[in-house]
């Protein structure tokens, strides 16, 4: 029924109606940070890692034989899912790969809500999450963070028809306790939880163990900030069997081959690379720390951070100004307009020497 009326508004509309524009989905898209490629400038404005991924990728990418590429790669990405289970110690079918985290969620909110109840997700946090729900025309309604930016978990005890909760958040970088995120998980049975989590390696509280757990239960991570390789593309779900087939059904009724051969190899490598990826790890958390500290003494207030981000706003000068002042020294940080956002900067935290560069350059700014 439902489909006859469509056609026949397609078919036998207006002339106005009938003209090809009728039926364009149209969206406005998501708007990702600069990439800038001039030479010398200091990017701290998409969470990247500031160190190389794996020598393992190296090694591999040096070695890497072209022949392979004649042949479909891998529809299972089994390699990579191989590697991913066995590191977090669940089954190869509670694991879901795609190409980037931003795939997976997309494939995530396709696949788990489809009622007419709105899904929920906080005012500020990932600002994919709205864009995806407005291309799939999934309702939605965003319960307001408090006034320091932390998740009201009531918000999220009401019928709803799916929930989003990237844990750590962003742009805030606050972490919310895994008893909080459980509670919800536990009292919302009948729909599925997504955590982003990120950002979780720089210091939050997983929900992966829940997943024996909880079957309404999705926790998405990415190898694009602690895992040094946003320019590969992966992102993972690990989740209940039965959600993970639910997911894969629909990723194979939309594109079997999307994660290509070296990717596949490259990133089941980088997995297995243990104790890499926790020095690279270390070595953030503790310019983290380092960053916050020389922050708070120019001024700077800012949520605590568990992510490879500081959220940052000055006592005396506007972010705006700050921000340009930056970008004008080279110096790329992330500004996100907005009542509640706009007086903060959120800045990556760099390698130590990126770091000192851009104290040094507020030093003298804000003097
Ligand atoms: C960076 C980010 C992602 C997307 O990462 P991918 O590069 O697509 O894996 C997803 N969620 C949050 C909260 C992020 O910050």
């Known amino acids: 029924m439902e489909q006859t009326d469509r056609m026949d508004c397609r078919g036998i509309g207006s002339d106005k109606e009938a003209s090809w524009e009728s039926g364009v989905r149209r969206v406005v898209p998501y708007t990702p940070g600069e990439q800038p490629r001039q030479a010398g400038i200091i990017k701290l404005n998409t969470n990247e890692c500031p160190y190389p991924p794996s020598p393992q990728v190296k090694r591999l990418a040096a070695e890497f034989e072209t022949d392979v590429l004649r042949l479909y790669p891998d529809p299972e990405a089994s390699l990579l899912v191989k590697s991913i289970a066995s590191h ?5 079918d509670q694991v879901f790969v795609g190409i980037g985290s931003d795939d997976v969620l997309a494939m995530a909110f396709l696949t788990f809500f489809n009622t007419d109840k709105p899904i929920l997700f906080p005012d500020i946090t990932y600002s994919f999450y709205d864009v995806w729900a407005n291309l799939f025309g999934i309702p939605f309604f965003r319960p307001a963070l408090d006034e320091n930016f932390r998740l009201v978990k009531e918000d999220y005890l009401v019928p709803n028809g799916g929930i989003v909760i ?31 989590e990120a950002y979780v390696d720089f210091g939050g509280e997983s929900a992966m163990p829940l997943v024996e757990k909880y079957e309404n239960l999705l926790v998405v991570q990415t190898f694009s900030k602690s895992r040094a390789m946003a320019g590969m ?9 039965k959600a993970i087939r639910y997911l894969r059904d629909v990723k194979f009724s939309f594109n079997s081959y999307t994660m290509d051969a070296p990717t596949i190899a490259w990133g089941a490598a980088s997995m297995a690379d243990d104790a890499y990826f926790r020095e690279t790890v270390e070595k ?23 992510t490879n981000f500081v959220f940052a706003s000055h006592e005396r000068v506007p972010a705006a100004e700050l921000f340009a002042a ?7 940080v992330r500004y996100f307009p907005g009542e509640r956002t706009g007086n903060h900067l959120r800045i990556t935290v760099g390698t130590r020497e990126q770091t000192e560069a851009l104290l040094a350059f507020l030093r003298k700014y804000l003097k």
Do not use: H, Q, W
């Open 88 to 92: 977090f110690g669940v089954g190869e």
């Open 166 to 196: 990237a844990n750590p958040n962003a742009p805030t970088g606050i972490c919310e306790p895994l008893s909080v995120i459980e509670e919800i998980i536990a009292k919302n049975p009948g729909s599925l939880v997504i955590i982003d």
């Open 233 to 241: 593309r992966i992102g993972f779900a690990v989740g209940s069997t």
């Open 284 to 306: 953030v958390v503790t310019t983290r720390e380092y960053l916050k500290k020389e922050l708070a003494s120019l001024g700077f207030s800012f949520p605590d951070s568990r």
């Open 326 to 332: 930056l970008k004008e020294a080279g110096i790329y």
